[in-house]
C-alpha cells in the first residue's frame, strides 16, 4: 500500500553549522608535545606482539599520532628543511610550486607544459587531476574563479626549467615506451601522476626529513601564510590563490607566523608615548606614569603647549 507523505521530515533535523578548521603553525612548544606524544605511541606500538618493519612502523605511527589542528603549517625554516631535504627528488618541482604558488593537488598534477609560459613567469590553471575510485580522471578546476593564471617567480621558473631538461631525458631514456600525455609532472614513463600517491610521497619525504606532519594541501595554507608575512595585501594573496572572494581568503588562509605577530605587537606598543624612556628605572615598573598636571592651578597651564601638536595644526 502507498502513502503519500505531506511533509518533509528533513526538516525538523536540527544540525550545528559546521566550522572550518583553521591553519596552526607548528611552533617550537607543538612540535615538542607532538614528539612526546609520538615516543608513546611508538612505545606502545613497540610492545606489542606483531611488529613491521621499523621504518614502516615509525611512520605509520607519526601519521596517526594527534595534531594540534587538522590544518598544520610549517614555518618558513621548516619549509626551508623539507625543500632542501627534497630537492634531489624528481617531483621537487611539484612541491615547490605548491608550496610558494599556491596550486591545489589536482592543479599541479594536472598542470601542462602547453598552459605555461616561463618566459613571461606564467602558468594556467587549466586542468586538474582527481581521483575516482582506482582511476585518475582530468577534469576542470575546482571552480570558475581557480581557471586562471598564476604568476611564477624567477625562482620557481628555474625550478621548472631544471625539471623539464630532466624530463626530457627521461623521455629519450624511454624511447618508444614513453607516453606523452604534456603534463608537467608525470611518471618516469611520461603516464600521468596519482594524487593519492602524490600525497603519500610528499609525507614520506617530510617523514624522512625530521620534521612534524602536515598534509600536501597544507603547503597551500603555507603559501599564503608566506605572501601574507612578505607584506602582500589580502587583495593580492586571495588573487595568487583564485579565490572567488578575499574574505574566503581571510577566513582560511589568515595563519599568522609567530615572528610575523611578534612584529605586529611591537609595533602596536611603540605607538603609545610613555612618560619613562625604555630602559630607565620607573615606580611603575614599566607600566606609563600618571601625569601631575591635574595638581597644578590652570594659572600654571597658560601658555604651555602640547609637545605633540605643532603650531597651526589642531589648535
Known amino acids: 500500500m502507498e502513502h503519500v507523505v505531506t511533509f518533509n521530515a528533513a526538516e525538523l533535523v536540527k544540525l550545528d553549522a559546521g566550522k572550518k578548521a583553521k591553519g596552526v603553525v607548528w611552533t617550537k612548544a607543538r612540535v615538542e608535545a607532538f614528539s612526546v606524544a609520538y615516543e608513546k605511541r611508538l612505545a606502545a606500538e613497540r610492545a606489542a606482539p606483531v611488529q613491521a618493519k621499523k621504518s614502516l612502523e615509525r611512520f605509520k605511527v607519526w601519521l596517526a599520532t594527534p595534531r594540534p589542528s587538522p590544518v598544520m603549517v610549517w614555518t618558513p625554516v621548516q619549509l626551508g628543511t623539507f625543500l ?10 611539484l ?27 606564467l602558468l594556467a590553471t587549466a586542468k586538474q587531476l582527481t581521483n575516482v ?11 570558475e574563479s581557480s581557471g586562471a593564471v598564476v604568476a611564477l617567480d624567477k625562482v620557481t621558473v628555474a625550478v621548472l626549467r631544471a625539471h623539464k631538461a630532466r624530463q626530457n631525458e627521461e623521455r629519450l631514456a624511454w ?14 614513463d611520461g603516464s600521468e601522476l596519482t594524487p593519492d600517491w602524490v600525497s603519500e610521497h610528499f609525507e614520506r619525504l617530510a617523514f624522512a626529513a625530521g620534521l612534524p606532519p602536515i598534509r600536501l594541501h597544507d ?4 603559501a599564503a601564510t608566506l605572501s601574507l608575512a612578505a ?4 587583495k593580492t594573496t586571495s588573487a595568487m590563490l583564485r ?25 602596536s606598543a611603540v605607538l603609545v608615548p610613555r612618560a619613562v624612556a625604555v630602559g630607565e628605572a620607573s615606580q611603575t615598573g614599566g607600566l606609563p606614569t ?21 603650531p597651526g595644526v589642531g589648535e
Open 243 to 267: 579565490h572567488s572572494s578575499v574574505s574566503i581568503t581571510a577566513d582560511l588562509y589568515t595563519t599568522v607566523l609567530p615572528e610575523v605577530a611578534r612584529e605586529a605587537a611591537e609595533a
Open 290 to 310: 600618571v601625569s601631575h598636571l591635574g595638581d597644578r592651578r590652570p594659572a600654571d597651564l597658560a601658555g604651555s603647549r602640547n609637545p605633540h601638536v605643532q
Open 95 to 121: 612541491y615547490h610550486l605548491i608550496a610558494f604558488r599556491g596550486l591545489r593537488r589536482g592543479e599541479a598534477c594536472g598542470a601542462r607544459w602547453i598552459d605555461g609560459e616561463l618566459d613571461e613567469g
Open 175 to 188: 624511447g618508444s615506451a614513453w607516453t606523452d600525455t604534456g603534463r608537467i609532472f608525470t611518471r618516469e
Open 219 to 222: 603547503l597551500r595554507h603555507g
Open 231 to 234: 607584506g602582500n595585501d589580502m
Open 84 to 93: 632542501y631535504y627534497a630537492a634531489p627528488d624528481r617531483l621537487y618541482a
Open 133 to 143: 575510485g582506482r582511476e585518475v580522471k582530468e577534469g576542470s578546476p575546482k571552480t
